[in-house]
């Protein structure tokens, strides 16, 4: 008697067979038929060729039979619409059916039927349905509006759906009024720039009233609305939170979990003096702890979610810290997140708990458990300094297992806990030289190399280890690579007598055996270094390292800020704002915390630190792998180079290798201090000097002085945005380029986003086509507090060292402060290197036209410019583009000009101005010049000039 | 947030798809071949992160009952909402067929597909308490499926279910019983972290308070407590009155009709009466030898009187150990080599002769000397007392 039967296919024709019980008499027969189709159905079978059999079955008076009629169409409509057109007299009919229920099954079930001409029926009886007098019916049809919006958006909103919808918010029925939230809500979704939800008091007022009366599901439409609300002043968001406070015992954790969302949010307007915040903050940990005895997978998202809440407000659950110890038998995923949360929580307070409890998971048997628990002790030690002895002890003891990956990841840690405390805990090195043969993993590899660089001098045999692991170089990877590299350096700084041989030998692996570029660099960095000055050599590799500090997977407080407005959603699941992930990412607002109105704080940084964190202490990051610029020689990016560094003559548009030149100069010369060190002849790989430039650099830089003195003032693009927030923990920079009176200069705006002051600017160039370079440190005079701005003109010259780069005007630049080090590249004008003497010559101008091949000629258009010939070579001059000869041909008025670049190149042009419209020219560009490259580049410095 | 689930799989152990709902259109299964494949990383079931992303969809998963239900999403929405959301589907289906199987779902699968449809309206849960499902589709049963057969009628209601719109959803109108009746259970539930030497390292109460309320008309049902300052972290059934408890301390609710959980609370370890059992183990292994000793006893500390029984012990050995060679003084054991899980059901304990289990332990040869503390799960039950020293008071 089970409807296991329906399953039972017989031999041959099921699809027959079935459409012959369909067209039955026998109405029992019937129904049977229509619950095999059901069946069928559910398991994935193609059952749409029985469309119109099942259809003809819609008119009964059996509501199952009408029921699973329409199951059958929802699934199939879309793949028949003309056949669906057959059901509609049936739906409008039901629409007006006495019996409720059958009302709103009908408007319902039209709503799910996604057939364009359907819609058009449907519009009539859903304007019914949404003043009927049966709340259930008016609530099926608020929802229905949400569905017919996402068919046809502009039919809803002609037939005025929208404002009836709107209306509803105010029904005497909660269950109403949290479908209209529900479906207002969506519909905003899709067109985030319409006002849909217009919240005020008012509708607050009524949206708080259906809080406590709606179902569990309602609740949560409701609480996930507040939570966009701005309340206008800290009282109403007292008020508010009071009322939404009782949904924290909700049984419903998707309830609780919105519910804290608002808490959140609202908290931010609260004064912390008040007595009401202390009291939130109290409310807001026994639910939090009691998401955690739910199911598995209930647990997880919580758990995402209180990292999150964890970094914004530490002091919700910093008592709480047992519940997140690990029971043996969670599932891995929930495992891994407790781990995180109690590294968050640790403080001088709780640690020789948490150090037992990791001391455990690291005998764990699941190795990604292990490895995280081993890892979580070194960062207790990096962040609970009391603690650091113990923590290194129970590394050792983890050591003394002999379990590989337990060795490995402890020797990962040992080695920022050396970086945190140097020279207190050296004495264990011993026991680590001890594992050396165990190690296979890339990062332990690098780690150990690191500690035998940096402490060569305690350790005996450092040579003799460094050497083992030389033999296989070319089989390590990058990292240890470059690990090797830079301690043997150090080794040989630290012991230069002894290792001369095997410095030479890392030095030629790593320069001429191999084919990586960042390898190479700075390879050939320290071969120069140590060749010119080993003093400073010494200076620079064995600098003091700044200290590190804990926090190193923080999410920066913009995106957290960001994260905490989408609590319980995917993105606080992920920890990426959904613009970053959700498909499509139609319209996603950009969500921020309220601010605080309450007058007697300034910045809430020193709240944020997490409890336990030494405050005032530099916040220094562990640099990540690819964190190259700042990890190279322990170089902290200091005050720029103002003067020329090694090469400045050969200056061309080929490759040019920063080193090429000044290798071979340097060669032989014997280094002082070192004894007589010799290094070998240069690596044939480096490329040879270049010959004669074709314009002398160096010579640029009187001209420049000496320039034409027309105080030409170049055109100026506005400022854009090249280094958001989002992406440098806060600091914004957005910045142009200009030249005047022969100087070019970087206009910068610096933002400061984020919650903490910021200090310590410092800017560099990457070496680049032209060699730009700072021509002064960047001048940041007062700390930047959050949410100031400060605009600086970085002068800058063109005696940096070059690189040709792609696109050829490509800058990238690196921004240090405080913080971080940020990167971020744009492309600057060419005309801002436009020289002032870049007129030429007639009778040169002439040669040189010929001179230049034909296959270096490019042509260009530039439409509707609203100028004439004479505005135009104006328009020009005042960015150093020089008109030499003015001709008209037929009617055409044909410019000749040149203009020079501060490399020397120079560029030829002949412009040909034909009138296009009555009012606007087209300008044709031909461009001629050795370096074709430049072309595409000058046309658009043309284009922009004469646009502007 | 809308169209929050678009589909729904239902997914057994082996890995064969056998129901599909789809709510808005149809997803093809391919799309649960990412769901196969993190399930096949994961290498055991429970091990399935319930969060999943491919390139168009989300996938979020629940594994209950041996079956995975995967619900197919397309836009940002709230995890706990489609997870709570899944439950109950699950919960409803061990409530209409008594049990959330495969095979049971197969055998109803008209019935679970209303079901779905009426719990779910473009992603907006319509009807989720059972009460009113129970008014719109009536559950199988035996009696119905013989007199529907012959009398024709079907399982679907035809009247518009009663407590759908009322201020109270959960409680259907007209209840009538010829013998009124109400029964509460409460359920606690030890969670404690002990470690080698005895001491409690971590400990907390979950407990519940299940209801079966029979009644008829529409009661209005008060419970007060003894000390209702051991409840300060508690989830309530919506039927209560939070602002009565609030400001006195009292349940006050009118109540479902049949059986649902009226509060789930913690009581966190400062409030905790001590632990009633006590385990001594030593297990140990020799260096280079392939076997090792194992003894655990079992007593019971502070039980106030009651006796403690239905004692197992479920001990998770080491990977190394192929076998075991015990005797326990009362009750049997097992051993699966497969997962390496002891069970030994104790039973009851008698203060006079404490239970112990003692014997070898044999290790695969060569092995190297495992972990000589593997975690122990003891579950035992005391009729008539609450741990937390929760008593109740009055009914009114």
């Not at chain 2, 959803?169 to 606690?188: C, I, L």
């Not at chain 2, 020799?286 to 197992?312: A, H, L, V, W, Y």
Request: net charge negative; proline share 6%; aromatic share 8%.
């Amino acid at each position: 008697m089970t409807d296991s039967k329906y399953f039972t296919t017989t031999k041959k024709g099921e699809i027959f067979e079935l459409k012959a019980e369909l067209n039955s008499d026998k109405k029992e027969k019937k129904k049977e038929a229509v619950k095999k189709v059901i069946a069928s159905m559910t398991v994935g079978k193609d059952v749409s060729a029985l469309f119109p059999d099942v259809v003809n079955c819609m008119q009964t008076d059996n509501l199952e039979l009408k029921k699973l009629v329409y199951l059958y169409l929802m699934n199939y409509a879309k793949s028949q619409p003309d056949m669906a057109i057959m059901a509609v007299n049936t739906f409008v009919k039901d629409c007006e059916d006495p019996n409720p229920l059958i009302r709103a099954l009908a408007v319902r079930t039209m709503g799910c039927i996604r057939v364009d001409k359907i819609t058009e029926y449907l519009c009539e009886p859903l304007r019914k349905c949404l003043k009927d007098e049966d709340p259930y019916v008016r609530k099926t049809a608020a929802v229905c509006v949400a569905k017919l919006h996402d068919i046809n958006a502009q039919l809803v909103e002609d037939q005025g759906f929208l404002d009836t919808l709107k209306d509803l918010i105010s029904d005497s029925n909660p269950m109403v009024v949290a479908n209209a939230v529900a479906a207002l809500s969506e519909i905003a979704e899709s067109h985030p720039s319409s006002n849909l939800l217009d919240l005020n008091p008012q509708s607050i007022n009524k949206l708080l009233t259906a809080l406590n009366e709606c179902t569990e599901w309602g609740q949560i439409f409701i609480l996930d609305c507040l939570a966009n609300y701005t309340p206008k002043d800290d009282r109403e968001a007292q008020s508010i939170c009071e009322r939404v406070t009782p949904r924290l015992s909700h049984a419903n954790s998707a309830v609780v979990l919105s519910a804290v969302k608002v808490l959140m949010k609202f908290m931010e307007m609260l004064s912390k003096d008040l007595d009401y915040y202390g009291t939130l903050l109290k409310k807001l940990a026994p639910p939090l702890v009691t998401l955690l005895s739910a199911e598995p997978e209930l647990q997880y998202v919580a758990l995402r979610n209180i990292n999150l809440i964890v970094q914004k407000r530490p002091e919700i659950l910093k008592h709480e810290m047992k519940v997140f110890f690990v029971k043996y038998n969670d599932p891995i995923y929930v495992k891994l997140e407790k781990l995180d949360i109690m590294i968050r929580l640790a403080s001088q307070a709780n640690i020789a708990q948490v150090l037992a409890e990791l001391k455990e998971y690291a005998t764990e048997v699941d190795v990604d458990f292990v490895r995280k628990a081993v890892r979580a002790i070194g960062r207790c030690a990096i962040k609970v300094e009391q603690s650091a002895e113990r923590c290194v002890s129970t590394l050792l003891d983890l050591i003394q297992t002999k379990v590989n990956y337990v060795v490995q990841e402890a020797i990962v840690v040992i080695k920022d806990i050396f970086r945190k405390y140097p020279n207190k805990y050296e004495s264990v090195i011993a026991t680590l030289c001890e594992n050396l043969d165990s190690l296979d993993e890339p990062e332990a590899r690098a780690a150990m190399i690191w500690i035998v660089g940096e402490y060569a001098e305690r350790i005996d045999n450092a040579d003799e280890l460094l050497e083992s692991f030389l033999e296989g170089f070319h089989d390590e990877s990058t990292q240890v690579q470059l690990q090797l590299l830079t301690a043997i350096v150090k080794l040989f700084l630290k012991k230069p007598t002894e290792t001369q041989e095997l410095v030479q030998q890392v030095l030629s692996l790593a320069t001429q055996d191999s084919d990586n570029p960042d390898l190479r660099d700075r390879g050939y960095i320290y071969w120069r270094l140590l060749s010119t000055d080993p003093v400073a050599a010494k200076e620079v590799v064995l600098a003091e390292k700044p200290l590190i500090s804990e926090e190193t997977d923080l999410i920066e407080p913009t995106l957290l800020d960001e994260l905490i407005c989408y609590i319980g959603t995917l993105a606080s699941v992920y920890h990426k704002p959904p613009s970053a992930f959700v498909e499509g990412g139609r319209g996603v607002v950009h969500k921020s915390l309220p601010p605080r109105t309450a007058s007697n704080e300034s910045t809430e940084s020193p709240e944020t630190a997490p409890a336990g964190a030494p405050t005032g202490e530099q916040p220094d990051v562990i640099p990540t792998q690819g964190d190259l610029l700042g990890d190279l020689l322990n170089l902290d990016l200091g005050p720029p180079v103002s003067g020329p560094p090694l090469t400045t003559s050969s200056v061309q548009m080929g490759a040019v290798d920063l080193l090429g030149g000044g290798l071979d100069s340097l060669m032989g010369d014997e280094p002082e201090g070192i004894g007589d060190t010799n290094f070998g002849a240069p690596p044939p790989a480096a490329p040879a000097r270049v010959g004669a430039p074709i314009g002398s650099g160096l010579s640029d830089l009187f001209d420049l002085t000496s320039g034409v003195g027309t105080l030409s003032g170049s055109y100026v693009p506005p400022k854009a945005v090249w280094l958001p927030a989002m992406k440098a923990k806060g600091l914004e920079i957005s910045g142009t380029f200009t030249r005047q009176v022969g100087s070019i200069s970087m206009d910068l705006q610096l933002t400061n986003k984020a919650l903490q002051v910021m200090t310590d600017f410092a800017i560099q160039f990457n070496r680049n086509s032209f060699g730009l370079a700072p021509a002064a440190p960047l001048q940041v005079h007062a700390p930047l507090s959050p949410n100031q701005t400060v605009e600086i003109s970085l002068p800058l010259n063109t005696v940096g060292s070059v690189m040709k780069m792609d696109p050829l005007n490509n800058l990238q630049v690196a921004v240090k402060n405080n913080i971080d080090i940020f990167y971020f590249s744009t492309l600057y004008p060419l005309h801002i290197l436009f020289v002032e003497d870049g007129k030429m010559d007639r009778q040169m101008f002439l040669a040189t036209w010929k001179d230049i091949p034909n296959e270096n000629e490019a042509q260009f258009q530039i439409r509707d410019c609203s100028l004439n010939a004479e505005a135009v070579s104006t328009k020009l001059q005042s960015s150093n583009i020089f008109t030499i000869a003015k001709r008209n041909v037929e009617g055409q008025d044909m410019l000749y000009q040149s203009l020079k670049l501060t490399n020397g190149i120079w560029v030829l042009a002949e412009l040909r101005i034909q009138p296009g419209n009555p009012s606007f020219m087209d300008l044709e560009l031909s461009l001629k010049c050795r370096a074709p490259e430049v072309s595409q580049h000058v046309y658009q410095a043309y284009e922009t000039i004469l646009k502007n | 947030m809308a169209k929050m689930i678009h589909s729904l799989f239902l997914i057994n152990c082996s890995g064969d798809i056998f129901l599909e709902k789809h709510w808005k259109s149809v997803v093809s299964q391919s799309v649960c071949d990412y769901f196969f494949e993190a399930q096949e990383k994961a290498a055991d079931v429970e091990n399935v992160p319930p969060v999943i992303s491919t390139p168009h969809h989300y996938l979020i998963s629940i594994y209950r009952d041996k079956l995975f239900f995967v619900s197919v999403i397309q836009t940002e929405v709230p995890p706990l909402f489609v997870i709570e959301f899944l439950h109950r589907v699950a919960d409803t289906f061990q409530d209409y067929f008594g049990e959330c199987s495969e095979a049971a779902i197969k055998d109803n699968v008209v019935i679970v597909y209303e079901l779905l449809e009426e719990m779910l309206d473009n992603g907006f849960p319509l009807a989720t308490e059972s009460n009113i499902l129970k008014e719109l589709i009536k559950p199988p049963t035996i009696l119905r499926s013989v007199v529907n057969s012959i009398t024709g009628s079907s399982n679907v209601g035809d009247t518009l279910p009663t407590g759908q719109l009322s201020n109270i959803p959960w409680r259907r109108a007209g209840v009538k019983y010829t013998n009124n009746e109400a029964y509460f259970d409460v359920v606690e539930e030890i969670d404690a972290i002990i470690d080698k030497s005895g001491s409690t390292v971590f400990a907390e109460i979950q407990g519940v308070i299940d209801a079966c309320i029979k009644l008829s008309g529409m009661p209005d049902l008060s419970l007060s407590f003894m000390n209702p300052r051991l409840l300060d972290d508690v989830s309530f059934h919506p039927c209560i009155r939070f602002k009565r408890w609030e400001s006195e301390r009292v349940l006050s609710f009118i109540p479902p009709d049949g059986n649902f959980r009226l509060i789930s609370y913690r009581v966190s370890s400062q409030n905790l009466v001590a632990i009633p059992v006590y385990v001594k183990h030593s297990i140990s292994f020799k260096e280079n030898s392939s076997c090792g000793r194992f003894d655990i006893t079992i007593g019971p500390k502070q039980n106030m009187g009651k006796t403690i029984e239905g004692i197992t012990v479920t001990v998770h050995m080491p990977k190394v150990v192929l076998n075991m060679n015990l005797t326990p003084t009362q009750g049997s054991y097992t051993f699966d080599p497969v997962t390496k899980v002891l069970m030994w059901d104790v039973g009851k304990i008698t203060p006079q002769k404490l239970p112990s289990l003692k014997g070898l332990v044999n290790l695969q040869s060569g092995a190297p000397k495992p972990e000589e503390n593997p975690s122990l799960n003891i579950q035992f039950k005391i009729q008539q007392l609450a741990i937390s020293g929760k008593k109740c008071l009055a009914w009114v």
